[in-house]
């Protein structure tokens, strides 16, 4: 193992807040438009819903490829100089959990939204609440729909590499250490690395089912 | 106070259209028909949950429509019976306070803190009850309330009832109970095939329908 | 703790100025040379420097559309270009080894008697043995397809040539499973050496063998943007005569020989635009 123990936590935590932070963004836009989405009636969604359910699939080069055209400084975005930042890899991966989340989301609304539409506006309720309740209703399927988000976030090494760079000490996550560390031939780091990844997604993912969960 | 006038509502293969209504604060009118008649449909056009193709309606007063679903929000006992009222802005901690009573009339006291998932169908009966009736509505509209419930819950549900109408409020019941009709009703509407055939004072209609088809289903001889 | 108290120092820096972005080839990144001489630069200037380590031509690619403020590569050729298009300034050649032609210790095509590199090759294609080209754009592809082209041989399509498309480390490992020849930057040979089951069969000095580092700044001119000042400072730094016999020492008590010969300056292929 050549890689110190210190550095491999630095690289972790770089991990999380990154894949965090764009599930965070990604939940920002995908929750609403999942919610939304799933208490249309199916001729208004099916579009969407078919452009989301594909969208699973988007390669995460590709995605960082286009992120790189955009944000490079001869790029259309070039002047905000975040090309190789953690920012950029955020965005790019916003973008890789947005179908995720949206999709997901729109899934489990889907089933409980004639139920809980009739219930809240027999009681008299608002369709704005409507869409709340469905909300907290589906907050279970949620926290998988998160999950997901986070594990298609912090499990690409594609658009990380391209946008990211793989700087050290500013850019590298466990990914593209993993990546680095298979090149060298270290196979016992890459490896370990990996297994950090792993905890890592477990953790996260522990506490998202606890808290879905509870009562 | 509900009021509609030619109300018509179409669907591939049936048409709902009745003539005038009127309810006035405080009755208490059952619906009976076979199904298909456009119970449901009317009940929903006259609670404004749905929108006539003809006609219109008039509601006053804060009303509540209670399904069949009994729906069960994935939450404890408590935080779906507090619902309702936090629907209509009421505070959590007042919410609680105004439903405990409720909860214990209706022998839910000791299961606030369950999931609602866990109740059998008549504490869900009950429970959706509870709901409705605490955001003390001016009417009540019901879709068969005590459907598929035992003896002992039908007659719970019929006490809490008979209470609200007591208290001043307007209920309209749908149910297949003719029993239940004549028992609980003032007035009642028989409709078929999309048609109100004959309204009247419930023990009336019940004792002395002037209508054949009305005569032939409250003496259980129209087969459907 | 060491690398606590580097990493803490750079964070030091890194609030002190602004970063430089240094866009460089996987050979020199991956044998751990720049982790073992840029401390220093950023000690002594308190500019951070930041790595991004890919094939020599992502590395002009990057450099090209101005989102890195240098480039250190090893492609004479791509190097030139890369100066008469514009893109690069103050070109500085820093360092030197040797390609090695690597293969199976059985040595079926008898590379180890070959009487130079374009023999090597030859020996190589008559025997139809399997050969994994890096198939990229990196610096030791071009050289391979410039030894093939010299040689007058076109291996492309044979079904003994194998393209790997992967960086050097994992071209190795590729070709020690399937028993193959590779042509490989000596750096990242030695480094691999104990991993791998591989051996050096052509290892000689042969000017077409010759693997030139060199450093460029990115015109400012034409990337406003560039961190001028500090793409310059590198060069200097680079230069020293210090960092240069820093350089050539770098594991050279581990391996016996100098993985990166300096070459203070002096290019050995010109690099002219």
Redesign the interface.
């Known amino acids: 193992m050549t890689l110190a123990w210190a550095e491999v936590g630095e690289i972790a935590a770089r991990s999380l807040g990154v894949a965090g932070a764009a599930t965070l963004l990604a939940a920002l836009f995908g929750l609403p438009l999942g919610v939304w989405l799933g208490s249309r009636p199916r001729r208004g969604r099916m579009g969407a819903q078919v452009v989301l359910y594909a969208g699973m699939g988007l390669p995460p080069v590709v995605v960082g490829l286009l992120f790189y055209f955009l944000l490079s400084r001869s790029g259309p975005l070039g002047g905000l100089g975040l090309l190789f930042t953690p920012l950029a890899m955020v965005l790019a991966e916003a973008v890789l959990a947005f179908p995720m989340i949206a999709g997901f989301t729109l899934a489990a609304v889907r089933v409980r939204a004639e139920g809980v539409r009739r219930l809240v506006r027999g009681l008299g309720g608002t369709e704005r609440q409507v869409l709340a309740t469905l909300l907290w209703e589906s907050r279970r399927p949620i926290t998988a729909a998160l999950a997901a988000g986070f594990g298609a976030a912090i499990s690409e090494v594609g658009a990380a590499t391209i946008v990211g760079g793989d700087i050290r000490f500013h850019t590298r996550v466990l990914t593209t250490a993993v990546v680095l560390e298979t090149r060298k031939g270290e196979l016992e780091s890459a490896l370990a690395l990996g297994a950090v990844l792993l905890g890592v997604t477990l953790v996260v993912t522990a506490v998202l089912v606890v808290w879905g969960e509870r009562r | 106070m509900i009021r509609s006038e030619g109300l018509v509502r179409r669907y591939p293969g049936f048409e709902l259209a009745v003539e005038a209504l009127e309810v006035p604060p405080g009755r208490f009118v059952t619906v009976i028909g076979p199904s298909g008649a456009g119970k449901s449909t009317l009940l929903r056009l006259l609670?404004g949950?749905e929108r006539p193709d003809r006609g219109r309606v008039e509601l006053r007063g804060?009303?509540?429509?209670?399904?069949q679903?009994r729906?069960a929000?994935?939450?404890?006992v408590l935080a779906n019976a507090t619902?309702?009222l936090e629907?209509?802005g009421v505070r959590r901690r007042e919410a609680v306070r105004r439903v405990r009573p409720w909860l214990e009339r209706v022998g839910l006291a000791d299961k606030l803190?369950q999931?609602a998932a866990s109740l059998s169908g008549g504490e869900r009966a009950r429970l959706a009850l509870v709901?409705?009736l605490a955001?003390e509505?001016d009417v009540l509209?019901l879709d068969e309330p005590t459907q598929a419930l035992d003896p002992g819950n039908v007659d719970r549900v019929e006490g809490l009832l008979r209470e609200a109408h007591a208290q001043g409020r307007t209920i309209v019941l749908v149910t297949h109970n003719l029993y239940q009709a004549r028992r609980l009703g003032q007035e009642t509407w028989f409709l078929l095939d999309g048609r109100i055939v004959e309204r009247a004072p419930s023990e009336r209609l019940f004792l002395r329908p002037r209508e054949a088809l009305t005569r032939a289903y409250v003496a259980g001889e129209m087969v459907y | 703790m060491k690398k606590l108290i580097a990493l803490g120092l750079l964070l030091t820096a890194a609030l002190a100025a602004a970063p430089l972005r240094l866009a460089t080839t996987t050979s020199v990144n991956d044998s751990g040379l720049l982790e073992a001489i840029l401390p220093g630069f950023t000690r002594e200037t308190g500019v951070p420097v930041q790595v991004i380590a890919v094939g020599t031509g992502q590395a002009l690619a990057i450099a090209g559309r101005g989102d890195a403020d240098a480039v250190l590569v090893h492609a004479p050729d791509l190097e030139a270009r890369f100066l008469r298009e514009g893109k690069g300034v103050a070109h500085a050649c820093i360092a030197y080894n040797n390609f090695v032609i690597a293969g199976p210790a059985a040595d079926p095509a008898a590379v180890g008697a070959a009487a130079d590199a374009l023999d090597a090759m030859r020996r190589i294609f008559a025997a139809g043995a399997t050969f994994v080209s890096r198939g990229d754009n990196s610096g030791t592809y071009h050289r391979e397809q410039a030894l093939w082209r010299a040689a007058g041989l076109d291996p492309a399509g044979r079904p003994w040539y194998l393209e790997s498309g992967s960086g050097m480390g994992a071209t190795l490992t590729l070709a020690a499973e399937k028993r193959a020849y590779t042509l490989t930057d000596l750096g990242t040979f030695l480094f691999m050496q104990g991993k791998v089951d591989l051996a050096a069969l052509f290892d000689r000095p042969d000017p077409r063998m010759l693997n030139q580092y060199g450093y460029m700044a990115v015109n400012p001119e034409r990337f406003p943007g560039a961190n001028r000042e500090a793409a310059y400072a590198l060069r200097a730094y680079l230069l020293r005569p210090d960092v240069q016999q820093q350089i050539g020492a770098y594991l050279k008590d581990r391996f016996g020989r100098s993985l990166f010969s300096p070459l203070y300056g002096r290019c050995k292929v010109e690099v002219s635009p």
Not at chain 2, 62 to 67: G, I, K, S, T, Y
Not at chain 2, 73 to 76: D, F, G, K, M
């Open positions: 609670a949950l804060r009303a509540v429509f209670l399904d679903d729906t929000l994935e939450r404890s619902f309702g629907l209509h803190a999931p709901r409705a955001i509505p509209f």
